[in-house]
């Protein structure tokens, strides 16, 4: 497919593009235009909930929805998604085995990199709701076009955007339970539901004690508790205040996503072919800055570990033993 091709099928927004670029352009959009401003205070530990020890399993009206859009470049550009795992089976089977346990459909967000490998995977499964991301085209760091043109997809905050309200409402889904594809420890628990409705906010993000991650953190900015990455926080913060960290997993009610949020447009570099490219993204995880919002504490050890980060070979060699575990372990 040429790059014409995937702007015109995967919903390249050219008046957007052009005024980002121009922001780029004009300096406004930068490395320095990230850093979050206020005052950033850590959470303190009784701002977060913790899972209960138990929980009976009520799924009525929930989904998993799993963030499918990157390309594995550290397995040789294949489709993360599948990617094998454990023993012969890639990470998309293993998290659609856990939603056939669980008895809920998927909703799966492709980018223009993996729909089609992907849909030829899933054959044509009636239990999954696939969509596709937006595109856009890299610059260089004068705000010009990057050579190519170099098409990517613009982060995962374009779920909040995409995801097709009026078919999961439908078929009866009012809550999303959302994780990234190559986290196996991000399973349908219904202590997580359970912990969620319980607090009874439109969102609850889980977050993992921090064991010096490169990530995102709940935060209190300007008085407001909300996830800051890790490279938006402002030089002099102390990172090492700060006990837990963003998982990207999260739950989220199906009716919160009927408006559209401010999502900040993220100015992140690249290596592309031995040449620095700019990309503008969105996080999902920033809903949190509009939404009331949970931050769950999971555990990261043992056979209920809900973070097993898989981003290169050595990752997932190193994760087999704990993942053969937990997928061993019973949902419920």
Same mark, same amino acid.
């Given at each position: 497919?040429?790059?014409?091709?995937?702007?015109?099928?995967?919903?390249?927004?050219?008046?957007?593009?052009?005024?980002?670029?121009?922001?780029?352009?004009?300096?406004?959009?930068?490395?320095?235009?990230?850093? &979050?401003?206020?005052?950033?205070?850590?959470?303190?530990?009784?701002?977060?909930?913790?899972? =209960?020890?138990?929980?009976?399993?009520?799924?009525?009206? &929930?989904?998993?929805?799993?963030?499918?859009?990157?390309?594995?470049?550290?397995?040789?550009?294949?489709?993360?998604?599948?990617?094998?795992?454990?023993?012969?089976?890639?990470?998309?089977?293993?998290?659609?085995?856990?939603?056939?346990?669980?008895?809920?459909?998927?909703?799966?967000?492709?980018?223009?990199?993996?729909?089609?490998?992907?849909?030829?995977?899933?054959?044509?499964?009636?239990?999954?709701?696939?969509?596709?991301?937006?595109?856009?085209?890299?610059?260089? =760091?004068?705000?010009?076009?990057?050579?190519?043109?170099?098409?990517?997809?613009?982060?995962?905050?374009?779920?909040?955007?995409?995801?097709?309200?009026?078919?999961?409402?439908?078929?009866?889904?009012?809550?999303?339970?959302?994780?990234?594809?190559?986290?196996?420890?991000?399973?349908?628990?219904?202590?997580?539901?359970?912990?969620?409705?319980?607090?009874?906010?439109?969102?609850?993000?889980?977050?993992?004690?921090?064991?010096?991650?490169?990530?995102?953190?709940? %935060?209190?900015?300007?008085?407001?508790?909300?996830?800051?990455?890790?490279?938006?926080?402002?030089?002099?913060?102390?990172?090492?205040?700060?006990?837990?960290?963003?998982?990207?997993?999260?739950? %989220?009610?199906?009716?919160?996503?009927?408006?559209?949020?401010?999502?900040?447009?993220?100015?992140?570099?690249?290596?592309?072919?031995?040449?620095?490219?700019?990309?503008?993204?969105?996080?999902?995880?920033?809903?949190?800055?509009?939404?009331?919002?949970?931050?769950?504490?999971?555990?990261?050890?043992?056979?209920?570990?809900?973070?097993? =980060?898989?981003?290169?070979?050595?990752?997932?060699?190193?994760?087999?033993?704990?993942?053969?575990?937990?997928?061993?372990?019973?949902?419920?």
């Amino acid at each position: 497919m040429t790059v014409e091709e995937i702007l015109e099928r995967y919903g390249f927004d050219r008046e957007r593009f052009e005024e980002l670029r121009g922001r780029v352009e004009r300096g406004e959009l930068s490395k320095e235009s990230n850093l &979050v401003r206020g005052v950033l205070e850590p959470l303190a530990d009784g701002e977060m909930a913790e899972l =209960p020890d138990d929980a009976a399993p009520d799924f009525d009206g &929930v989904a998993v929805a799993v963030l499918n859009g990157g390309m594995a470049t550290r397995f040789g550009g294949a489709v993360k998604g599948l990617v094998e795992a454990v023993d012969g089976v890639c990470f998309l089977d293993w998290k659609l085995r856990d939603a056939e346990r669980a008895g809920v459909p998927v909703v799966l967000m492709d980018s223009f990199a993996t729909d089609g490998p992907t849909r030829r995977h899933l054959r044509g499964r009636d239990d999954v709701i696939a969509f596709t991301q937006s595109v856009s085209l890299r610059l260089n =760091p004068d705000g010009s076009l990057f050579p190519g043109p170099s098409p990517y997809s613009p982060g995962h905050g374009d779920f909040a955007d995409l995801v097709p309200l009026d078919e999961l409402r439908a078929r009866g889904i009012r809550t999303l339970m959302l994780s990234n594809v190559d986290n196996l420890g991000a399973r349908p628990d219904p202590r997580v539901l359970a912990a969620h409705r319980a607090a009874g906010n439109p969102l609850t993000i889980e977050v993992a004690p921090a064991g010096g991650d490169i990530g995102g953190a709940p %935060v209190r900015v300007n008085g407001r508790p909300q996830i800051v990455e890790g490279f938006r926080f402002p030089p002099g913060f102390d990172t090492s205040t700060l006990p837990v960290f963003n998982t990207n997993s999260l739950v %989220v009610e199906v009716d919160a996503l009927e408006r559209r949020y401010p999502l900040t447009w993220l100015y992140v570099e690249k290596d592309v072919d031995g040449r620095k490219a700019v990309q503008l993204e969105r996080l999902v995880n920033e809903l949190s800055a509009f939404l009331p919002t949970t931050f769950l504490r999971v555990p990261r050890e043992g056979p209920r570990s809900r973070f097993v =980060p898989v981003k290169t070979p050595e990752d997932l060699e190193q994760a087999r033993p704990l993942l053969r575990e937990l997928l061993a372990t019973p949902l419920f």
